[in-house]
């Protein structure tokens, strides 16, 4: 295998990592919680522009050719746990705005509002993220001290994206396997109810809104800290959707699941259509990808609207808890006995 | 859950005072002026044609409606216009007109679901360690078989409630509220687009808690049904409270019969 490929799948590693992050984000509010966050990759975006805001030095070292708030020269991993806070806390003000006072289709639409407002102002206003050129030369996790060859450097990287994703996994597992992950679902099946029994649905929304966003934010700060560099059209608001057919593909309420749809949808699909002979019109493919993505959410919502690996069921019984196993266990233990 | 404290045998007889309540939607006048009380240990009949304003008391009690004007004392606090869960905190607990459970949850996590709110449903405890709140949840799983027993259905435990019948749902809505050990509980036609026999089944549940102490008011369009389980009977008619008493005294009752039970009393 040459170096060259050995250079691309590891970087195609990493970025399955940071979907995997995003997606499983996303799982545990829309998945678990049933929110409709078409804002989603207003949050990412928002930790990976905290991250560059951390990483960066001041924009005169750099001759001031961009322009940006800040640029705090933080060492790692602090742009990280930067992007993280940054993505959870958005959530607040996105969340009071979107989702009170309005129901579940109503909010889909703010969030998709305030998706298309945050691109038009981030484009709009040169001296917040250098307008629609964005921002380059973010400095890269260590790189100052580790002199390593890119290869090398794209292992390292691969190991720091890895252990994000296993915090990921545990904060994600934690709270959909927890009587706190079960008030989600029910929230997620029923408000009026869930507030019948003396919880507050708003709240339990908002903090999972939270936890997503903060998933999201450390998915953005690893994104931009490996392609160094931050660009408002790179998080346009069909990027969210890219997400959510992941996860429908996938399996929502299923971190097995979350995990196959990121490896299926944005890494699958955009590698397999980047490596089709050129045909067509240039920029013909980079269409075809939407076509297809957009065909595969609407042949799953048809004909599979659970995904490829369904939320398992939570069986139970006397004496303690039995769960019936998960991912791909759970569906083929599902379809021996033939239940739901 | 069902046995009277001592200190519940002393409190007051009221457990519930409804005084002139209203609610208006828009130009429509929901409910104007409803006063009524609710006794300790009582199953309360709410009844009424169609239109007189029962389920939207019951939506003003609980919290889903915003009034106009009025007052209800539970248990001695005010809480007309708190938010649903805020009543339901202070041992009020509902069920609504269509059965509303989880349809993604099974049965048994319907009925976990429905207990007290707990330090292990916080999203700090989730990412905790699990051993912070096994212990209480393995309490409350007994706790939730010792219904499901009770009810004799332990064998839909493990179902999704989304596959279940309307009755079977109704039932689930009721154990989980009893999971919650409410100190009333509010049935909205809980005998609803049920079967006969599941309905008398029902019936025959609610009598037992009654027995044991528990507090319900019942809004049911079945008369027959409401006159076996309560005592007494508020009649609404038109947003207002026509009557009250025992069903014998209401058969009895002129304006009553006109408005609602029709001549002959017989129903």
Known sequence: MSSGLIYYLSGLAILLGINLIAIWGLDLQFGLAGINNFAYVVFQAAGGYAAALF??????????????????????????????????????????????RLRADYQAMAMLVLSLIATGLAQAQTGLVNGPTGLAL???????????????????????????????????????RSPYGRLLRAVRDSESAVAALGRNPDALRMTVLIAGGALAGLSGGLLVEYVTAWGPASWLYPETFLFFTALIVGGKGNLAGGALGALLVPIGIIEVTRHLPAFGYPGLIDSLDWVVIGAFLLVFLWF????????????????????????????LAGRRAGSS | MTAQSPAAAQAPATLLHVEGLACHFGGVLAVQDATFDVRRGTITGLIGPN???KSTVINLISGAARPTRGSVHF?????????????????????????????????????????????????????????????????????????LRRFGLEAIANDYARALSGGQRRLVELMRALMARPKLLLLDEPMAGVSPSLALSIADRLMELRDA????????????????????????????VLAEGSMAQLQSNQEVVDAYLGGGGGY
């Open chain 2, 75 to 147: 248990d001695g606090a005010e809480i007309l216009g708190q938010r649903p869960h805020e009543v339901a905190r202070h041992g009020i607990v509902r069920t609504f007109q269509q059965a509303n459970v989880f349809g993604g949850l099974t049965v048994l996590e319907n009925l976990l679901v429905g207990a007290t709110p707990w330090r292990g449903e916080q999203i700090g405890a989730a990412l905790g360690r699990k051993r912070g709140w096994s212990g209480r949840e393995t309490e409350l799983e007994a706790g939730a078989w010792d219904v």
């Open chain 1, 55 to 100: 990483a960066l030095k001041p924009a005169k070292a750099y001759g001031s050719f961009e322009t940006y708030l800040g640029g705090f020269n933080l060492p790692f991993p602090l742009p990280l746990l930067g992007a993280a806070l940054v993505g959870g806390l958005l959530a607040v003000p996105i969340g009071l705005i979107a989702m009170r």
């Open chain 2, 51 to 53: 239109g007189a304003g």
């Open chain 1, 138 to 176: 973010i400095p890269q996790p260590l790189a100052g001290l580790l002199h390593v060859s890119p290869l090398g450097y794209n292992w390292i990287f691969l190991g720091l994206t890895a252990a994000c994703c296993v915090i990921a996994w545990w904060v994600a597992r934690g709270i959909s």
């Open chain 2, 213 to 240: 102490g528990m507090t319900m008011l019942m809004v049911e369009h079945e008369l027959r049904l409401v006159e076996r389980l309560c005592d007494p009977v508020v009649v609404m008619a038109r947003g207002t």
């Open chain 1, 304 to 331: 599979r609207p659970n995904g490829l690996l369904p939320e398992r069921k939570r069986v139970l019984r006397p004496g303690g808890a039995e769960p019936a196993g998960t991912g791909l266990r759970a569906v």
